[in-house]
């Protein structure tokens, strides 16, 4: 099984709102990654969790808050969201973050901020 | 830096045509290398994947080879149904810390009867 979840699949939110979004796999992986993809281009590595500790944050603005309570779960926390950052958000996950190893990805929340 | 070059799309094919999606990349060491399909609407699936030079990574027909003397990792398929529209992204990891994947910037894939 290489099924990654993620909830909800559509969002819309005000730019004064605080919504979350949240990612779950039982494949016994220890490393999770949130990605942002707009249309047409390929995903944007945003942050990487190895070992439920974050390893890795791509200089994402500070509205964007990820949390990783437990090896399976990664959620993301938006707050005073930008209408700019309406796009697709895609979880993924690996055996570890040791290098070289398959990412696999969820379905994605789909976001719109109004 | 790593980078992944893929052809520009969209690319449009006869229901039972031949398929290459050419890419070729630029990287330190030895990547990982991968092919990911997005359909409309969808996140990205793992289509298939070569891990060193020679390897071949095969799934629902489709075909790529790691050529390390190239550094190309082209797609190919026999003969593509209207089923596999979609966006193909070719992608590889493994130079740097944090299994960061590189992303090509995806070729979109028009089957048409």
């Known amino acids: 099984d290489t099924e990654v979840t993620q909830t909800p699949k559509h969002l819309v939110m005000g730019m004064t709102n605080k919504k979350s979004l949240k990612c779950e796999q039982h494949?016994?992986?220890?490393?999770m990654y949130w990605y942002k993809q707009k249309a047409k281009k390929p995903p944007e590595l945003m942050f990487v969790y190895s070992y439920e500790k974050l390893s890795i944050n791509e200089s994402v603005p500070s509205r964007f808050s990820p949390e990783c309570p437990n090896s399976s779960l990664l959620n993301l926390h938006l707050h005073a969201l930008q209408p700019e950052d309406s796009a697709l958000y895609l979880c993924?996950?690996?055996?570890?973050?040791?290098?070289?190893?398959?990412?696999?990805f969820g379905p994605g929340t789909r976001l719109l901020v109004l | 830096g790593d980078s992944v070059t893929q052809m520009e799309g969209p690319v449009t094919l006869s229901e039972e045509a031949f398929l290459t999606i050419n890419c070729t990349y630029t990287a330190t060491g030895y990547p990982s290398l991968f092919w990911y399909v997005q359909y409309p609407g969808e996140g990205l699936q793992l289509l298939l994947k070569?891990?060193?030079?020679?390897d071949k990574g095969s799934n629902k027909g489709f075909e790529a080879t790691y050529r390390k003397e190239t550094t190309s990792f082209h797609l190919e398929k026999g003969s593509v149904q209207v089923s596999d529209s979609a966006v193909y992204f070719c992608a590889l990891s493994g130079t740097g810390g944090g299994n960061k994947l590189t992303f090509g910037t995806g070729t979109q894939l028009k089957v048409e009867l």
């Open positions: 993924a996950s690996s055996r570890d973050s040791s290098g070289k190893e398959t990412q696999y």
């Open positions: 494949m016994g992986h220890r490393a």
């Open positions: 070569a891990t060193k030079a020679d």
